[in-house]
């Protein structure tokens, strides 16, 4: 159910990233446009699947804020 919202969301023009810490989110991360998995104690089978990796949620944020337009720079200058 969580891919088919991340579809949804996608079909409408949005820009989506999803986060997801376990085997069940690995539809939803490869649908979203940036997927980040949470390695944790539900296994590796989220961060395998995802465009990154972190180790905490905390990392997420920083990840956002700062590396997206950096590499969103980077890609376009």
């Given at each position: ?9 996608r079909s ?52 956002l804020l ?12």
């Amino acid at each position: 159910q969580r891919a088919l919202l991340v579809e949804l969301l996608r079909s409408s023009g949005l820009r989506v990233a999803a986060v997801g810490d376990g085997g069940n989110d690995v539809a939803m991360l490869q649908a979203a446009h940036v997927g980040l998995g949470l390695r944790g104690q539900e296994g590796a089978m989220a961060a395998l699947a995802a465009d990154w990796a972190c180790d905490e949620f905390r990392e997420i944020a920083p990840l956002l804020l700062l590396d997206g337009p950096h590499a969103l720079y980077r890609l376009t200058f």
